[in-house]
Nanobody
Framework: QVQLVESGGGLVQPGGSLRLSCEVS????????MGWFRQAPGKEREGVAC????????AYVDSVKGRFTISRDPTKHTTFLQMNDLEPEDPAVYFC??????????????????????????WGQGTQVTVSS
């Protein structure tokens, strides 16, 4: 079973940077997708960024485009979320998620499953990100 463990959360000032890490274990497929989601108090969980190892595509929610970057190190089984220029809207618990296996098609792309949380069967416990001056 795929297991995910997030780390790297903390308190940062507005405009600051933070990098989250997700250590992955139990991955037995070459074709998969990894993503970052977040949930703020009183709000629904939303997708932030995701990556497909099948076709090397990435997807981001509009609010973080140009500020956040998802990346991975397959040899170390780790997925990262680099967060720059953090804003007051960004504080939340950030979760790492996996969709294993993931075989993208013309009718089922990474962008398609990004908004469908049911497509992501593996979840980490979350790491808190706080933005405050």
């Amino acid at each position: 079973q795929v297991q995910l463990v997030e780390s790297g959360g903390g308190l940062v000032q507005p405009g600051g940077s933070l990098r989250l890490s997700c250590e992955v274990s139990g991955l037995e497929y070459t074709h998969y997708a990894m993503g970052w989601f977040r949930q703020a108090p009183g709000k629904e969980r939303e997708g932030v960024a995701c990556y497909s190892n099948s076709d090397r595509r990435t997807a981001y929610v509009d609010s973080v485009k140009g500020r956040f970057t998802i990346s991975r190190d397959p040899t170390k089984h780790t997925t990262f979320l680099q967060m720059n220029d953090l804003e007051p809207e960004d504080p939340a618990v950030y979760f790492c998620a996996g969709s294993v296996p993931f075989f993208p098609t013309e009718s089922r792309t990474l962008e398609d499953i990004f908004s469908r949380q049911s497509e992501w069967e593996s979840w980490g416990q979350g790491t808190q990100v706080t933005v405050s001056s």
